[in-house]
């Protein structure tokens, strides 16, 4: 086949060196054909000689769906490409970047939420959700319908203990104390399933001896949830419970449940944490091992509630849907999320709702419980690692230490510090000798407010409240924590990134860069004795404005025009000598930002033996640039 139809080649900055960085960065860039713009970057495949593979979606049929793959070698010389078109079911199954499961899908579904009372309660919600070829996901839908009483067979209700939805297969798991006659059960506690049509079964009841509160409540991370969301590929649910005020257990006992999405509790056992006060951050698993890392507060006699106070939404809805129940958002208005060239439309990643009913949720989100424990003064750094049904360590490190250890590259005068308040974490990995990364931003409130004018805000599709936190905070210093595969404290590499000058002021934005947290994640050489460490930061705020039209039932014409603003993300990275513990400065990979690339939104970066491959595109998608990096240089 000619592929020279479909990409132009153009080569642009190729084998510039990175002397500061002692790093070469190879740069190749293509005009994309038309029809791989009207889909999506579904995947990227390493062939076993070092070559590699891009693979689009192709807006496609109900049976079948279109494929373009290009074929590059390890210098990302295009060498070939092809077209295909597979049964929808066969390409799922061998593509695991393939969402589409028809153009439009209305479901009837349920959620699980807590009332004022404290009692479970499930909603009847009509969910309508249109298949947008360029995000590669859903835009939703959302009509919130009749709610009724969570009962069991005798009547009981129950009282909320945790949720979890597994879109999948339609149905909801819920630990639940039972409530009979004004009075709760507090010795024991009923794991429940919960389906689409509200037929309620219960699975196993699980001694409990006095009440438990949950203290953190979420699927597990695994190297593939960066590409592959929950709802996809549901993971196990990882529930956390700590004593309720007034018991008489220790406060700081802790109860792990482990439970797939069936339903089958794989762990249920008890450890104590370093603290009661254990804020929980994430659940990522690796080889087995499931690792707990969060951040502590240390108050002798205290309960988990009286320190972090609510921890878990009392709801199976996510943030989004929540959110979006309250302000009444239409699906029409963008929903911003990490969007790597597409323009403004929503990300594959969000849920976009409309509230068609005036029924909304009244539970707070999670997002809303996480907002307001940053904002509260931790004392220590905590990681647990769980494996076969039992606690192997629980490690904590006090702020003071992770300050003592602290280091900054050459470009900077003095390494940041950290007040241990008003952060968010947003990576953690496991290195090849087991020891532990875990990144961290800080943040400081934004004096002007919420950011930028509210009329703009609302043609973007931002909630300004004080509950849509977002854009009232400028985020700031980066920190990666080195830890010990025993979780002690190694080294503590810090970096200020400035993005100041990089705001959307230009094209009246209602947020600017500094708005959006970095992500970050390290890729270690071949001896590893160093690590790149690879950010990823908002760059630019691009504006895209949409006009439709629709015709009445009295033969006039509606035209809306929607603007919306979309963060653009690029490279930042430098070397960290975990041998010696030092730091290079950091530099823009390629400067990207000059040549207007960002990063695709998902399956953006790649490792194929000694190279890095990072994967971006123009705002329009009309071209694509391959990045390469020698990670031992």
């Known amino acids: 086949m000619n592929y020279k139809n479909l990409f132009v080649a153009a080569f642009v900055t190729a084998g510039v060196a990175m002397h500061a960085q002692g790093m070469n960065v190879l740069e190749k860039d293509y005009e994309i054909s038309r029809k791989a713009k009207k889909g999506y970057l579904g995947g990227v495949e390493a062939k076993a000689d070092g070559n590699f593979d891009m693979i689009y979606f192709l807006p496609s049929s109900k049976k079948m769906v279109k494929i373009e793959t290009y074929s590059f070698d390890k210098d990302a010389n295009l060498t070939g490409s092809k077209k295909d078109e597979w049964e929808i079911e066969k390409a799922r199954k061998r593509y695991k970047g393939l ?39 859903y835009v939703r839908k959302v009509k919130m319908l009749d709610k009724q009483k969570l009962t069991n067979d005798n009547g009981d209700e129950y009282l909320f203990g945790g949720a979890y939805e597994v879109e999948r297969d339609s149905a909801i798991l819920v630990m639940g104390y039972p409530y009979s006659r004004e009075k709760a059960d507090f010795s024991k506690i009923e794991l429940l399933k919960v389906q689409n049509d509200g037929s309620i079964r219960k699975i196993q009841s699980l ?73 929980i951050i994430n659940a990522y698993e690796k080889n087995g091992n499931v690792l707990l890392y969060g951040l502590g507060i240390k108050k002798d006699g205290k309960t988990a509630e009286e320190l972090l106070g609510m921890s878990v939404s009392p709801s199976s809805m996510d943030s989004e849907e929540i959110e979006q129940t309250k302000s009444g958002t239409s699906a029409t208005e963008k929903v911003l999320g990490k969007l790597g060239g597409l323009g403004g439309l929503v990300s594959a990643g969000k849920k976009a709702v409309n509230l068609a009913t005036g029924k ?99 043609l973007a599709g931002i909630r300004t409240s004080s509950s849509g936190p977002k854009y009232e905070r400028i985020y700031q210093g980066l920190y990666m924590l080195h830890l010990n595969p025993d979780g002690s404290l190694k080294k503590n590499y810090t970096v200020l990134l400035d993005q100041k000058n990089k705001k ?121 640039l391959i990045s390469r990096l020698d990670v031992n240089q």
Do not use: H
């Open 99 to 137: 969402t589409y499961k028809g153009d439009l899908l209305v479901n009837n579904a349920i959620s699980v939420s807590s009332n004022l009372m404290g009692k479970l309660v499930y909603k009847n919600r009509k969910v309508t959700a249109k298949y947008n070829w360029l995000a590669g996901g």
């Open 207 to 279: 001694a409990t001896g006095s009440q438990l509160r949950p203290v953190f409540s979420k699927p597990l991370l695994d190297d593939d949830s960066r590409n592959i969301e929950n709802d996809d590929l549901p993971r196990d649910w990882i529930l956390v419970m700590a004593p309720a005020r007034g018991t008489n257990l220790p406060p700081n006992e802790m109860t792990y449940f482990r439970i797939t999405p069936e339903g089958t509790i794989r762990e249920n056992f008890k450890f104590t944490a370093p603290t009661a006060g254990y804020r």
């Open 360 to 458: 909304e949720e009244m539970m707070p989100s999670q997002d809303d419980l996480e907002n307001a424990m940053d904002e509260k003064k931790y004392t220590d750094f905590i990681v647990c690692k769980v494996s076969g049904g039992r606690l192997v360590f629980a490690n904590a490190t006090p702020i003071e230490e992770l300050n003592q250890k602290a280091v900054a590259g050459p470009d900077m005068k003095k390494a940041l510090s950290f007040d241990g308040k008003k952060f968010k974490t947003n990576n953690f990995q496991i290195l090849n000798d087991g020891s532990m990364v875990l990144s961290f931003q800080d943040f400081k409130k934004n004096s002007g407010g919420v950011g930028g004018n509210k009329m703009l805000n609302t």
């Open 504 to 624: 959307g002021f230009f094209n009246n934005s209602p947020m600017t860069a500094d708005n959006f947290p970095a992500t970050s994640y390290v890729i270690e050489s071949k001896d590893g004795k160093s690590v790149n460490w690879v950010m990823e930061m908002v760059k630019a705020i691009d504006k895209d404005t949409d006009f439709s039209s629709f015709m009445n039932f009295d033969g006039s014409t509606t035209n809306t025009t929607t603007t919306s603003y979309s963060p653009f993300y690029s490279i930042e990275y430098g070397k960290l000598n975990l041998a010696e513990g030092s730091s290079s400065a950091f530099r823009t990979l390629g400067d990207l930002e000059k040549k207007k690339y960002y990063l695709y939104e998902k399956y953006n970066r790649m490792q194929i033996g000694d190279y890095t491959y990072f994967f971006s595109e123009t705002p329009n998608g009309d071209r694509l």
